[in-house]
């Protein structure tokens, strides 16, 4: 049973940063995937940016050179998202998920966390 616990959230003001920090923990095999999505009042939950345990990430567009994705060295099924010169568009309710197998080669499937609220305001 693979579960996935997030902290960190809470309010910045414009321009400031906040980081998040999600754990999963359970058997998870190699090959998966970390990454953080969001849902902004009245939108469409978007991906923000994700992490290979190989190494290999990826961002939204309105996210690049702001915020930064990357795994804990040691613990490595420890994610997080620093996010810098935030903007109000970047509030919404932040998710973890990771993406990891039932068994060594076999189906994938997705575990969220709880969310976290982050805001931006002055």
């Known amino acids: 049973q693979v579960q996935v616990v997030e902290s960190g959230g809470g309010l910045v003001q414009p321009g400031g940063s906040l980081r998040l920090s999600c754990t999963a923990s359970?058997?998870?095999?190699?090959?998966?995937?970390m990454g953080w999505y969001r849902h902004p009042p009245g939108k469409e939950r978007e991906l923000v940016a994700s992490?290979?345990?190989?190494?290999?990430?990826?961002y939204a567009e309105s996210v690049k050179c702001r915020f930064s994705i990357s795994r804990d060295s040691i613990s490595r099924n420890t994610l997080y998202l620093q996010m810098n010169d935030m903007k109000s568009e970047d509030a919404a309710v932040y998710y973890c998920?990771?993406?990891?197998?039932?068994?060594?080669?076999?189906?994938?499937?997705?575990?969220w966390g709880q969310g976290s609220q982050v805001t931006v305001s002055s």
């Open positions: 998920v990771i993406q990891t197998r039932y068994s060594k080669g076999g189906q994938s499937y997705n575990v």
């Open positions: 359970g058997t998870i095999y190699s090959g998966n995937v």
């Open positions: 992490h290979t345990s190989g190494g290999s990430t990826n």
